[in-house]
């Protein structure tokens, strides 16, 4: 068995070394579609195996193990032209790939095909590229140990692509889409979605729990093979999301490479709708000029994590579940954010809220919630639960992430709630202007975390304090 994180630690110095690759971003595309190939290729041999009439929707000249396997096959000048990205006819494997059709299995070379789309060969050395081919080939993906390790190597892959300045649109902690999975519980032939999938982890998450909880037989395992789909629209994510996918086993991930907020509004019917949606849906990030025109006009902003609410109501069948992220910013805030917030109360029942400490999802340090909510009956009441970081640590950290362990009180209050010192409860009616942030009120104000905007309120408060204060002492002086 291989050392699985000296190999991903190898192939980082070795990329490092190549004057093509500038950068993490650059770097994680390029070991994101060579390690779909490595990955399809060894799912592909184990087909093979299992189905008698199951061949490769990839040429034969392409299969990696025709080209990649062999440590002392194509290198230098003749590896380059061989991948040739940029030919104008067929015979290099970015050209061949990106043109690749398949009568008898349509829908997997599709999945090809989009990954080759949306990808490049940065490096301009075939002998570092051939380096970094004999280090993958240490992993046997078809070893349950190798794919194990892996499975953390692969999210050690995740938190570099959050790092590499993208804000942590990609990244959601394994122990909050672990418990927001457990808390919606999807069931075995429930359609479950991620709009806004990243990488894939609620995705995986919906699969491992089901396989846990509800697949017993073959039969039952194709349903769950039918079930899963997601939706994304960054290149890098969705090619490690589709990879992430195939590892779980998803034979033809239904997985989209698409603007979700691009998908006609008023087009989603019946049959596009799902029982489940789990997401971690981007804030922050721009949108496309025009997005918003998609939508209602009451309901258009410029901040995608409020279009993906309303986004996602639409997604939802009658009775629906829902569990997903929001930013401090998405829960208050008047105008088009109240009339949003009014949509969500109004149209589902808003049953519990989350609330995370700024440096969950380390190293951005945004104050985040947790929503659940079943589409079709109002909101009457919500349950708040406020998550305590572990006793003695003042943040989380690279080193000290959120641990699924810690939310070990959280599960056990859930089906039993009661008012604490860490739950509270509010009335709908009591909300004003439909406002979600509202603070533990067992914490004394001095205990309590406070956002940058409600930090940069309070100074201000507190000098126009002063300066009345000022001027008053001023006009009793003169």
């Known amino acids: 068995m291989a050392n699985v994180s000296a190999v991903i630690s190898n192939i980082r110095n070795i990329m490092r070394q190549d004057r093509g690759i500038s950068g993490d971003a650059q770097r994680l595309e390029q070991l994101g579609w060579m390690l779909f190939l490595k990955i399809l290729d060894d799912k592909d041999q184990e087909l093979e195996l299992l189905k008698d009439d199951y061949t490769s929707v990839i040429p034969e000249k392409f299969q990696w193990r025709n080209w990649a396997a062999d440590a002392e096959g194509l290198t230098g000048d003749e590896l380059l032209e061989f991948i040739d990205s940029n030919a104008q006819s067929n015979r290099g494997l970015f050209s061949s790939l990106r043109n690749l059709t398949s009568v008898k299995y ?22 570092e590229m051939r380096k970094v081919i004999n280090k993958l080939n240490e992993i046997d993906f078809n070893n349950s140990d190798d794919k194990h390790i892996f499975g953390n190597i692969y999210e050690s892959i995740l938190q570099e692509l ?19 999975t457990q808390m919606t519980d999807p069931k075995l032939g429930e359609k479950v979605m991620d709009p806004a999938a990243g990488t894939g982890g609620f995705l995986t998450a919906a699969i491992d729990h089901i396989r846990e909880n509800y697949v017993n037989t073959v039969d039952e395992e194709q349903v ?25 086993e998803m034979d033809v991930p239904d997985y989209h490479y698409i603007d979700s907020l691009k998908v006609e509004y008023n ?13 971690n849906p981007p804030f922050g990030a721009s949108i496309a000029d025009g997005v918003e025109t998609n939508f209602p006009a009451t309901f258009r902003c410029k901040e995608s994590a409020d279009l993906f609410v309303i986004l996602m109501l639409k997604l939802l069948k009658a009775r629906g579940r829902c569990a997903i992220v929001l930013p401090d910013g998405s829960i208050t805030g008047d105008g088009v954010k109240a009339r949003i917030r009014e949509k969500l109360l109004t149209d589902a029942n808003l049953h519990t809220i989350v609330r995370l400490p700024q440096s969950t999802f380390f190293p951005a340090t945004v104050s985040t919630n947790l929503l659940f909510f ?72 001095t205990e309590k975390e406070y956002t940058s905007a409600e930090l940069l309120e309070i100074i201000g408060e507190k000098l126009n304090a002063s300066k009345k204060l000022l001027s008053h002492l001023n006009s009793e002086l003169l």
């Open 106 to 127: 349509p829908k997997r070379a599709a999945l090809v095909k989009e990954v080759f789309d949306g990808s490049n060969n940065y490096i301009k050395s075939g002998y």
């Open 162 to 180: 959050r790092d590499a300045g993208n804000k942590g649109e990609f990244y959601t902690p394994r122990a909050v889409t672990q418990l927001m």
């Open 224 to 248: 769950l093979q039918n079930s899963i789909t997601g939706w994304e629209l960054k290149p890098v994510a969705y090619v490690l999301g589709l990879t992430n996918l195939i590892l779980h």
């Open 267 to 279: 087009g989603i019917g019946l049959k596009d709708q799902v029982d489940v949606i789990l997401a």
């Open 374 to 445: 079943e589409k079709g009956k109002p909101t009457k009441e919500i349950w708040y639960w406020e998550h305590k970081l572990p006793e003695g640590q003042k943040s989380y950290s690279k080193k000290k992430p959120i641990q699924f362990k810690e939310f070990e009180s959280l599960i056990n209050w859930w089906n039993n709630r009661e008012k604490n010192e860490q739950a509270w409860k509010v009335k709908v009616e009591d909300l004003k202007d439909w406002d979600l942030d509202i603070k533990n009120p067992t914490i004394p104000e």
